[in-house]
């Protein structure tokens, strides 16, 4: 079964029974959000892209991601397009309100629940003993930080399987 990025209530739900955890490129919200919703699918369409509250009501989980090279990597701006649903272009808009989802479900959506996609949840995807070391530093707590403005927090350092990989200058 496939989730389409515009899916029905009817799919997700088959979709919940069967165990499905989709992977949205949730950068569509941000950077294609106006041209889906006002050119190319309509309103009501676009309000069902990447419906990442509705997947939590259901109990599944999710992971955020990019098509690169189409859209960057940035796995802190997937969190912060999930968080805040608001399209780049002005006038700024949320697309569809009801589909944001808190800081903390828009980062498991690039941590734990990637992990979880990939069956690797036991291994990698949040700090715990027995599992790989692999996190970040950050120049700013992105809990306390304004949904749209996680995009812009800075990582200091980042660290894979315990060992330092990147430090900035």
């Known amino acids: 079964m ?3 990025q515009y899916q029905p209530e009817t799919q997700i739900d088959k979709a919940a029974k069967l165990g499905v955890v989709p992977g949205f490129t ?4 941000d950077y294609w959000g ?6 190319l699918i309509g309103a009501e369409r676009a309000d069902r892209i990447d419906p990442s509250a ?6 599944m989980h999710f992971a955020y991601h990019s098509d690169s090279p189409v859209s960057p990597i940035h796995p802190l701006k997937y969190a912060s397009e999930g968080a805040s649903r608001l399209w780049q272009v002005a006038p700024q808009k949320v697309l569809n309100p009801s589909q944001k989802v ?3 479900n828009a980062l498991k959506a690039i941590t734990i629940d990637v992990a979880y996609q990939l069956k690797m949840d ?3 995807g949040s700090v715990e003993v027995g599992k790989y070391a692999d996190f970040v530093i950050v120049n700013q707590n992105p809990m306390k930080t304004d949904a749209y403005k996680i995009r812009d927090i800075e990582v200091n350092e980042t660290w894979v399987n315990g060992k330092q990989v990147f430090k900035k200058q």
């Not at 949730?26 to 919200?29: L, S, V």
């Not at 509705?54 to 109990?59: L, P, Q, R, S, W």
Request: proline letters at 0%; hydrophobic letters at 30%.
């Open 26 to 29: 949730i950068g569509h919200t």
């Open 102 to 104: 808190s800081i903390n």
């Open 122 to 124: 036991d291994k990698i």
């Open 34 to 39: 106006e041209a889906f919703h006002n050119h």
């Open 2 to 4: 496939s989730i389409s």
């Open 54 to 59: 509705t997947m939590i009501k259901k109990g």
